[in-house]
Every structure is written in structure tokens, then in C-alpha cells.
């Protein structure tokens, strides 16, 4: 059995992100009783793993938590299922933070040099499942920023010109209108209104495109592309 935790910081805190369990029951309330046992002096071989990069395997953890009152908090938890050793197994992610890989061993299963690799090996894997999954996030956002980058292209280079051809065409009808004196007025005030929407529509449009620009910018962040996993899957 084994549980699986993300975590984006060494801290017990919600910055910590449980990804699956196998074998407990799902408790919303998992990180802040891990919070409590750690307040009253508990070991988390967990945070250890994720500080130092390094595997923990701690025997007959089991025995050793239940008879902990620092670790009072969770030992109903503890007690769901049948298990003796503890096995925690960091990965790294690309630039986004570390996770944890707990395995819960069964009595009479010590966790020898074969079975470490092998939790190595399956840290790698979830490591490369998390990233792939993060790297497909990320195109699909930035496909969603280019597609709005190419609709403020369009706004500009089409409607932009049908707006200023609009006031180039109001401006040419002031003009005829002047030259009909009196009786041209009503249409030269009209045409007036034509040139002052076309060149408020004109004003208000860019600044809409400009602040998409921006948003896209912000949002993209200028990220720079992920670079290749290269790690032995069985070290």
C-alpha cells in the first residue's frame, strides 16, 4: 500500500497537496492532524525526505507511532490498515516544487535493497507523470493566449481600418456639407457625430487591445520552456 503526497514546500501546511491514498480512507483533515502530531514533537519522515532529497525507510514505524503520545492525533489513522515499516521516497519536479512517494510495508516485509530501488524507479515515474501533466497545462494556456493574441491582430488590422476609413469618409462628407451652406447643416452635424464615434471607437478599441496584450504577457510570464528529464528510472 502506499500514499502518494505532493508537496510544494517542506512545511506541513496547505501548501501541501495529497495526490492519492491507497489502502487509508480520504481525510480532508490529514495535513492539519500531521500539523498537530508535528506541534507536539512527532518526527515526519515525510518532511524529512522532502528536506534532504534522500530516501527514509524507518522499521517497525508502525509500533514506534502508536506508542508515541506525540503521535496521538493520528492513531486512529494509523490503525485502518495492517503495515509495520515506512518507506518515503522524494522526486523532484521541473521547477514547480517536490513530491513524496510513502509506502506503508506489511509485517514481515522488510524493505531491502531490491524493493528501495524499485519505490526510486516508481518516484521517478510519478515525478514524469506529474511534469507531463503540468507541461500539457501549459500548452493548452498557451494556446489560449495565442488565440487571444491573434484575435487582438484582427481587431487591430481590420476593424482599426474599417473605423478609420469610417472617419475619413465622415470628414470628406463634412466638407460637402459645408459647401451646401444652409441647407447642408443637419448633414454636417451628422457627419461630425460620424468622425467623433469613429475616433472614440478607434481610442477605446486599442486600449481594449493593449490591455490584452498585457494580460497575455503577464499570464505567459515569459516562461522559459522545460528542459528534459534525464534521471535513471532504478538507480
Known amino acids: 500500500m502506499s500514499r502518494v503526497c505532493r508537496s510544494f514546500s517542506p512545511r ?5 497537496k495529497l495526490m492519492g491514498a491507497a489502502g487509508f480512507a480520504a481525510d480532508p483533515e490529514f495535513f492539519g ?3 498537530a502530531c508535528r506541534d507536539r514533537g ?11 532529497g534522500l530516501q527514509v525507510v524507518i522499521l517497525n514505524r508502525k509500533r514506534d507511532m502508536l ?5 496521538a492525533p493520528m492513531h486512529p489513522y494509523l490503525r485502518e490498515v495492517e503495515w509495520s515499516d ?3 521516497t522524494p522526486f523532484d519536479l521541473q521547477g ?8 506503508y510495508m506489511a509485517t514481515n516485509g522488510l524493505p531491502d535493497d531490491e524493493v528501495k ?3 526510486r524507479s516508481m518516484a521517478a515515474l510519478a515525478a514524469l507523470a506529474i511534469d507531463h501533466h503540468q507541461l500539457i497545462r501549459r500548452d493548452r494556456e498557451q494556446a489560449r493566449l495565442d488565440e487571444r493574441a491573434r484575435i487582438a491582430r484582427d481587431l487591430h488590422d481590420s476593424v482599426l481600418q474599417h473605423l478609420f476609413a469610417i472617419g475619413m469618409q465622415s470628414k470628406a462628407l463634412e466638407r460637402q456639407a459645408v459647401e451646401l451652406g444652409r441647407s447642408g447643416e443637419a448633414i454636417l452635424a451628422m457627419a461630425r457625430e460620424f468622425h467623433e464615434t469613429s475616433v472614440s471607437a478607434r481610442s477605446e478599441l ?14 505567459s510570464g515569459i516562461a522559459a520552456s522545460s528542459g528534459t528529464r534525464r534521471r535513471s528510472l532504478a538507480k
Open 12 to 16: 506541513v501546511t496547505t501548501r501541501c
Open 33 to 35: 492532524t500531521l500539523a
Open 42 to 52: 512527532a518526527d515526519l519522515a515525510t518532511i524529512r525526505a522532502l528536506r534532504t
Open 67 to 71: 506508542s508515541s503520545e506525540a503521535w
Open 86 to 88: 515506512f518507506v518515503a
Open 96 to 103: 514547480t516544487g517536490t513530491g513524496v512517494i510513502n509506502c
Open 117 to 119: 530501488a524499485f519505490f
Open 206 to 219: 486599442r486600449s481594449i487591445i493593449e490591455s490584452a496584450r498585457v494580460t497575455s504577457l503577464d499570464e
